[in-house]
């Protein structure tokens, strides 16, 4: 899990227990969003077919 979202206690088990998929808690949470957002940036013509256009 990455994100705010993932640094509520418990969440982790709770997701993991209702969907029974394994679920870990990345070690830099906030920063690994910006990282995979500027990831995506550079690399807009892959993962075109991934993105919703914002207009």
């Not at 227990?17 to 949470?29: I, L, Q």
């Amino acid at each position: 899990m990455t994100g705010g979202g993932s640094l509520l206690w418990g969440l982790d088990k709770f997701i993991q227990e209702k969907t029974g998929v394994p679920v870990r808690v990345s070690d830099d949470t906030i920063a690994s969003v910006a990282k995979g957002t500027g990831v995506v940036i550079q690399n807009l013509e892959k993962y075109q077919d991934v993105t919703v256009a914002a207009y």
